[in-house]
T-cell receptor, first 114, second 113 residues
């Protein structure tokens, strides 16, 4: 069975500081990996996804993520956080053949200090 | 880009009544849509896969008679919560698949009183 672990429930960073959100997955085949952002009371917005190819994936809003098969990780990074980045972040893994049917991690809440 | 509209964004209903939530793909056709439920401070739980023109596929533990899904057209899937109870109160989110990409709706906050 597939699973996703986001070890950090809550992270606080200062505005302008760098950010890394951790994601570890368990999947028996080639995974599709995703990062989503959710603002309070809103739906999810896709930040980036990895299907194959270059293991460093660029997304929207200045985010990037690196797929490391040996570590079963897909960590999200941003070099300089903005106050508007405060939100809930979800990592997800999906099957290559039915990528919409994804399993989500429990999420990491990001707080940005001024 | 692909847009998925979900309606209503918020709904309050009385126990025992039914509530219908709509998920529309506005600028593309979606043969497959997905319905998720999100509890406070929790991750999204996939409830069912909605397939246009055929029966929905429900995840284990989801009551198909309680959560009725209809995908009658390529742009619309509906989730009806029947005989709603307070424990059905939650945030429901749909997503629509378009090729390898898919988009999530903005969610519906259901409160059953």
């Amino acid at each position: 069975a597939q699973s996703v672990t986001q070890p950090d429930i809550h992270i606080t960073v200062s505005e302008g500081a760098s950010l890394e959100l951790r994601c570890n997955y368990s999947y028996g085949a080639t995974p599709y990996l995703f990062w989503y952002v959710q603002s309070p009371g809103q739906g999810l917005q896709l930040l980036l996804k990895y299907f194959s190819g270059d293991t460093l994936v660029q997304g929207i809003k200045g985010f990037e993520a690196e797929f490391k098969r040996s570590q079963s990780s897909f960590n999200l990074r941003k070099p300089s956080v903005h106050w508007s980045d405060a939100a809930e972040y979800f990592c997800a893994v999906g099957a290559a053949t039915n990528a919409g049917k994804s399993t989500f991690g429990d999420g990491t809440t990001l707080t940005v200090k001024p | 880009g692909a847009v998925v509209s979900q309606h209503p964004s918020r709904v309050i209903c009385k126990s025992g009544t039914s509530v219908k939530i709509e998920c529309r793909s506005l600028d593309f056709q979606a043969t497959t849509m997905f319905w998720y439920r999100q509890f406070p401070k929790k991750s999204l739980m996939l409830m069912a896969t909605s397939n246009e023109g055929s029966k929905a596929t429900y995840e284990q533990g989801v009551e198909k008679d309680k959560f009725l899904i209809n995908h009658a057209s390529l742009t619309l899937s509906t989730l009806t919560v029947t005989s709603a109870h307070p424990e059905d109160s939650s945030f429901y989110i749909c997503s629509a698949r378009q090729g390898d990409g898919y988009t999530f709706g903005s969610g519906t906050r259901l409160t059953v009183v």
